[in-house]
């Protein structure tokens, strides 16, 4: 039997190629609400969905169809972004995951609510303490369990690549306003703001940067937010155009880790990780969606291989998990070294040293 931690993207989609493979998994979830972030998935995580049978998830009340993305980086002037692989959904992720999460309950037997404590290893298979002291045992365990990295132990050093924070916000538009649905990245001194339409007439708007480099008071003070937001040029025309530029200085923003972080290893014995439990990409690029999903497709079949003695597969998933975040670190690298304009300020002097 493989157990699967992790209510996110990655472990119900491990979850689901399990039972689509004929496994009966036990699908450990923790009762934590996600919270309702605005999110891209790109055109490869939309067929990700679809090749699970999931392409019904993206309705309106979920996601809504990109009509491109704007930006302005490396110059004053707003351009959008082509984007070769067609332009995705912008998704409001927690919706998704209940949608999704709903669809499982109904499809498995063997879900379960728990936290997990602590994931051992035997020579046999794998042990996961549940907070309850209860114990469950499998032959193989997939973790993706997100930053929380349950079975991260010693052994796997995760290392963490820079502090980028999210400081964000989720807003009501006016019922009268109507907006297109694109994207907006604009990059500024202290690092790059992110608006995106979401379902339900919201728009989330970001502001990402370093922990150290933004104001102690950033988190209580609405107005310090609002002040940063103002001093923006494409975001700040964007939210008085929308009529959300008074509500600001009402609502302090809640900063959520965005830093990337990277585990030494994938793979370990009977331990398999998946997402975020791998590694956690910086937003920018906007493909840790895509990510979970072809990561808990691979987990399972990688699980599914090792309980019938054959090593392969995971070795395999391992080696391009790997090469896929060495191009990651090197296509973000040279996105950020596109925008010279902040060269002389911390937050981009962090990210255009060489990559070691
Ligand atoms: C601010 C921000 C913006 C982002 N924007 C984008 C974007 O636009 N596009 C994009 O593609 N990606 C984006 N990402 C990244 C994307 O959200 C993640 O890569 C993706 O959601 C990871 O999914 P996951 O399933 O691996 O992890 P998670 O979604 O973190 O899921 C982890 C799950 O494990 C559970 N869990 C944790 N500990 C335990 C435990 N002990 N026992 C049991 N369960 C446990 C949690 O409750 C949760 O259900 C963004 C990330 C951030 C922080």
Redesign the pocket.
């Given at each position: 039997m493989i157990i699967v931690?992790?209510?996110?993207?990655?472990?119900m989609v491990a979850t689901r190629r399990l039972s689509m493979q004929g496994h009966k998994p036990v699908w450990?979830?923790?009762a934590?609400p996600?919270a309702a972030?605005g999110?891209?998935?790109?055109e490869r995580?939309v067929r990700f969905l679809n090749a699970l049978g999931w392409s019904g998830a993206l309705d309106a009340t979920v996601a809504l169809p990109s009509q491109g993305r704007f930006s302005v980086w490396g110059s004053a002037g707003l351009r959008t972004v082509q984007d070769e692989d067609g332009q995705g959904y912008l998704v409001d992720?927690a919706r998704l995951e209940d949608r999704l999460g709903q669809w499982l309950q109904r499809d498995i037997q063997g879900a379960q609510r728990?936290?997990?404590?602590r994931v051992e290893s035997l020579s046999d298979g794998v042990r996961a303490v549940l907070d309850d002291g209860s114990v469950l045992q499998g032959q193989a365990l997939i973790d993706?369990?997100?930053?929380?990295a349950?079975s991260s132990d010693a052994q796997t050093e995760r290392r963490r690549l820079d502090r980028l924070v999210?400081v964000?916000r989720v807003f009501d538009l006016p019922e009268h306003v109507q907006t297109l649905s694109a994207s907006l990245v604009e990059a500024v001194e202290l690092g790059w703001w992110y608006m995106s339409p979401m379902p339900g007439q919201r728009m989330m708007v970001?502001l990402f940067s370093d922990a150290d480099l933004l104001p102690e008071s950033l988190s209580r003070d609405a107005g310090c937010w609002s002040g940063l937001a103002r001093s923006s040029d494409a975001v700040r025309v964007r939210l008085e155009s929308l009529g959300i530029d008074c509500v600001l200085d009402q609502v302090t923003p809640t900063v959520?880790?965005?830093a990337s972080t990277l585990a030494s290893c994938v793979v370990q014995g009977r331990i398999l990780r998946?997402?975020?439990?791998v590694a956690?990409?910086d937003?920018l690029a906007?493909?840790?969606?895509?990510?979970?999903l072809w990561s808990g497709v691979q987990s399972a079949d990688a699980a599914l291989a090792l309980l019938k003695g054959d090593a392969g597969p995971a070795h395999r998933y391992e080696k391009d998990y790997l090469l896929g975040l060495v191009h990651h670190l090197n296509s973000q690298h040279a996105l950020y070294g596109m925008e010279q304009r902040y060269a002389g300020q911390p937050f981009w002097q962090r990210r255009h040293r060489p990559l070691d």
């Open positions: 931690v992790g209510a996110g993207i990655a472990g450990v979830s923790a934590a996600p972030l999110e891209t998935l790109s995580g992720k728990a936290r997990v404590q993706c369990t997100g930053r929380a349950i999210a964000w970001a959520s880790a965005a998946a997402g975020d439990a956690t990409m937003p906007a493909t840790g969606l895509a990510t979970a």
